[in-house]
DNA sequence: ATTTTCTTTCAATATTTATTGAAAGTTTAA
DNA sequence: TTAAACTTTCAATAAATATTGAAAGAAAAT
């Protein structure tokens, strides 16, 4: 397989993987295209290899900005902006599950605090029932939480030797 | 907060979650529907609780069968088909965790073992660089893939404990 | 064997989400 | 200050995804 096809497979693979995890497609694709190009882009560039409109290419740009994936840079003499994305595939990482931690496992974590006050006093089963689920739901994504803070702070080699040595010991 | 406004509530917020990694929300809430009731359920009284149509909590119970999150249960003396969700939150957790390893991740790193494969001889900058991404994400990708394989085997508490002392020792 | 009760399927439809493209906005240069 | 080069916005449109509901299929009861 050449470069250029090589390529392209990465930048759809890293569409499609986006696309299941609710990620737009095309966010996805340029993230990958950036990852991939040694040189910083043009909306123009982008535009050209994923053959999108110019607006499409400008907002997710936007957005990736928004999640730190992407950096605007200015070229010397030239006027069009252009883009660099993170390379480090750890840091990216990080940043994705920081993020995602923030946007959406921290208001989980609100909302089953306010479900551990339904009918605290209540002896029926149905209650204890709700109040076990959702304890143990709370638990589960607690701990998620504070595993998402470790690898936040941890550096990639030692995290994983770390972590997959407690399954051979 | 009385029980029926909260177990509204945890269907509510277990849809929004699933909607954002890519599970259709009705899935999610059948799911949460079925987590939070201690009987099992119909489907009429599925179709009651979220007001939606039989032919869509139909399939969205089957794809919850396959998914190993749920379960028919025949009920001595009755025709109509019961259905039990799995209440253990860590089966869960460990159950979603392999079949999503199992269609999306597995295939990925296919992908990224062909991309190894992309002008393996090259002295080219551009080549090197491509090669460095690739070997980095299947790296990453792999080592997800064996901590997901770990905690498929582990106990709850012994994992937790194991990997939260990580990050404090 | 026929009817009743319940389940499954799937084409049609609705809803949600993503994309376009042209107009408005901004910045730099002439 | 005007024009040119570029960026942003957003209503209209397209595409993807989920849902409906009625018809066909199965299984049990009569």
């Known amino acids: 397989m050449n470069l250029e096809e090589g390529k392209k497979q990465f930048v759809q693979a890293w569409g499609a993987i986006g696309t299941q ?3 737009n497609k095309t966010m996805a694709q340029i ?10 882009l043009s909306t123009e560039d982008i535009m050209e290899e994923l053959s999108i409109s110019r607006g ?4 997710n740009l936007r957005d990736l900005i928004d999640w730190g994936l992407v950096q605007k840079v200015f ?3 030239e ?17 994705v599950a ?3 931690k923030t946007r959406e496992l921290d208001p989980v974590l609100k909302v089953l605090e306010e479900l551990k006050k339904v ?15 959702v304890n143990d739901v709370y638990k589960l994504a607690n701990n998620v939480d504070r595993l998402i803070e470790g690898v936040f702070k941890a550096e990639e080699s030692w995290f994983w030797d770390k972590i997959l040595k407690i399954f051979t010991k």
Chains 1, 2 share one sequence.
């Open 21 to 23: 995890w609710g990620i």
């Open 31 to 40: 993230h990958a295209l950036m990852m991939v190009s040694t040189q910083e």
């Open 56 to 59: 499409n290419a400008n907002m």
């Open 75 to 77: 070229k010397h003499g």
């Open 79 to 95: 006027r069009r902006d252009y883009f660099q994305g993170e390379k480090d595939v750890w840091k990216i990482a990080k940043q």
């Open 98 to 100: 920081k993020i995602r």
């Open 119 to 133: 009918e605290p006093n209540s002896k029926s089963e149905e209650v204890k029932h709700f109040h076990k689920l």
